[in-house]
């Protein structure tokens, strides 16, 4: 059993679905390798499918211009081992209740009776994760929750409840687009396009945890919101570009905690150190300018200018605060 | 000359060039170095094949830089899944699996004679017993197919766990694994059964998600099944930047995830030096599992203990250090700043002390360690004492030089 492995792997899927077809043009062959392969797998692949030639594996036979799979049956897909062991593994999580309700668990965990789990809670320890995660528990919150991953699958509109951070309750009418879950935060947000005026307008982020009711319309709106057309208007302008000294290893430490970043980087000529640009989303910029400041004098940021700018008025802040209290400054 | 092939056999050396390109961005061939200039150019060209649309390049001094540029909180799925979709096999090995998957799927069960036959007979295809034989060993152990044995012979069929058959018949559970298929910790095998059942993830991002832990995926079973049996292993490991390998003979007691920095930890007993200590994961080359180990709740316990003042992964620190006390200053409508305290911190009390000022208190094996959540603080720091004079002193020097930077106070 094994993660690694050609039974999951790309060639063995395209042929699957080739052998699926029962028939195939070499178009369509080559469509399906472009399809489920890699950039380059129409290079190399089509000779070992290809009965016409030399080398290829006998799965086919050309037929009047077409290939014939030489199989009788579509290859069965068994959910394997190893998936078995990974299914039992995230019945164990909390967070399973949010899309599948008691009863359908305790079915599949008897399917699964005698199925070693890959892995268990205990196994892991997250020293970090905030402490305030959504409450998977709650019954409200799960019932939220499906209301409005069933709202979003069948593009149907949903009112919502919602309780800001400043306590103030909200009445809303959104079409949901995607759910968000934040590995550190330990918590999902909603995108969603917020109806206005009887008008779809403006996208919206809400924390689920802060509905507090949500009810499926049942009015659909069969229209396609690309989450990067919701996420857009929340791009950054210009990267934030910043310059890691080669010192405590804060480039290796900085390269890995913002390695979930599209980033540029580039090496100092002499080795000293490492520019690098990164995008974010500007709601995140106050989280980005702390994280950043958490690497000290190691880090200094160079644009854009607003983000240095509140950076500079927190350090001098931070100087005059220490300066004041004088004994060990 | 053998020729270039996107699939590999082994997954050692891919993982760390993918690694590289991902988390560095800036190396140039030059700075690979473990291994000859062609070894380079055929990861390049394999990782490029994989991850097409995530390759970035630009040119520095140095030379051509290779970037696996990914935004992880934009992407419906981990593209670094496809390194595990690549491993390489035997024109045999394809053939007979779809032959023998074909011929089961007809028959209720067959003998393994009546499989040879049946191959011969439909395929017009001649193996030898022994390599059906054996395939159908892997194949039981991959749970693709079960053996049951009628007096002195072996019949084997096809499971009868079938994709289709789990995602229609428990409801909620397609939705399920798009979800967990993107979670830290074998999101992978999630991946392989979402692409089985033909379906994609359209609804679920993720945030702060370290998509390159999926490397670090391929060692876990082995350092899993050693914790779960006691037992010990040797893990080979190379420091960051370097390429000398050390062999550590270690008692494995858990994965140590920071969602915070990105960073893995096999946390364990180093049976050399005696110590509890933690190796990042990413360094590690390979895992062996080894005997049982007789004084393994011993150390796991030691290790419980320790863990109780480590404030992240830093275990053998003296335990006479003294609190971390910090003074934080807030404005009065900044009631969100005392919340994100209670929120984000560990080991730690927080007391108000009026006016909006706080006493946040630390109490840790490592202080340094705290010092890059302190800093976040930036600005807002009354007083700082306790700890340990090293930190306190590289924090003060670290304002000092910081105040510099950013031009004095002209700027604000």
Redesign the interface.
Known sequence: ?????????????I??RI?EERSVTPARMNELIRKYG????VL?LPP?IDPRSGEN???LRSEGGVFKA????P?????????????K??LA?P??R????DD?IA??EK?LEGVQS??RS???????????GDKYDSESYRSVFRTI?TA??EKNMVEVTYRS?KGAVKRLILLPV????????DKF?L?AVQRRQGRLKEGCILNIGRIISAENTGITEDITVP??NL?SFRRCDEPVEVHIAAER?AM??F???F?????????D?DGSG?TVRL?Y?RPDEAEML??L?????AL?ILSPPSL??A?????????R??SS?GK?? | MSSF???IKN?DKTRSYVRDF?????KVRSDFSRKSSRTYDDEK?RV???L?DYI?Y?T???GK?T?I??????IAENPLY?A??????T?N???L???I??IL??EYMLSLKELYNAIDQ??G?IFDVQTIRLKLKEYI????ITAEKDGRTVYYR??S????D?ME?????P??VR??SE????G???N??M???DISND??????????HTLE??L??DI?QA?DEKRYITVESFG??SSVIHTARLVPF??????????RYL?CCDTKYKNICTVRL?FIKSVKVEEVCGNFDTLQRKYQSC?SR????SMSRPKDVKPLKLVI?TDPDET?IPERI???M?LSTLEELGGGRYLLTIDCGDPNEA???V?????????I?GGEPIV?NR?????????K?????S??
């Open positions: 059993m094994n993660i690694f492995s050609e039974i999951y792997g790309a060639y063995y899927r042929v699957a052998l890699f950039r380059d797998s190399f070992k594996w006998g799965l030489v199989t009788k049956n290859p069965p897909k068994i959910v394997t081992a190893l998936q078995k062991r990974w299914l593994a995230i999580d967070k399973i949010l899309f599948m309700d359908t079915r599949l399917r890959l892995f205990e196994h892991f320890y997250i020293p970090d994760r905030y402490s305030d991953l979003a699958r951070r995607k759910i968000e879950y934040s590995h550190k935060d947000r995108y989450l990067d996420r290893n290796e430490r390269l890995m905690e390695a979930s970043y599209e980033k540029q980087t580039e090496l000529d490492c995008w989303d702390i994280r400041l958490s690497y000290g004098a200094e240095r700018h950076a500079a008025a927190r350090v001098h802040r931070q100087y605060l220490l209290g060990n400054f | 092939s996107e699939l997954f991902f988390i560095y961005g800036y060209r490029e094949s994989w097409g970035s630009s520095s001094e140095r830089q970037c540029c990914v935004d992880s909180g934009h496809n595990y979709y690549s491993k390489s096999f024109a090995d394809i053939r699996h779809f032959f998957l074909d799927a007809d439909r395929f295809a152990g991959e749970g693709l096809l499971s766990d079938r994709v289709t789990f018949v428990f409801e909620g559970l939705d399920a979800f967990f979670q830290a910790n074998f992978i095998v999630g392989s059964l692409r089985s059942a609804i679920f991002r993720m945030k702060h998600n370290y998509i390159v995926d391929i876990l079973p899993l914790i960051a930047g858990q994965i140590i995830s920071s969602v915070r920095t990105g960073r946390a990413g863990l480590c404030y992240c992964v200053r969100f209670r929120r984000e560990r010092m890059p959540w800093k976040t603080f930036i600005g807002r720091i009354e007083s004492e306190i924090f003060l020097r670290d304002i000092k030089r910081m105040e930077m950013y031009g004095g106070d700027e604000e």
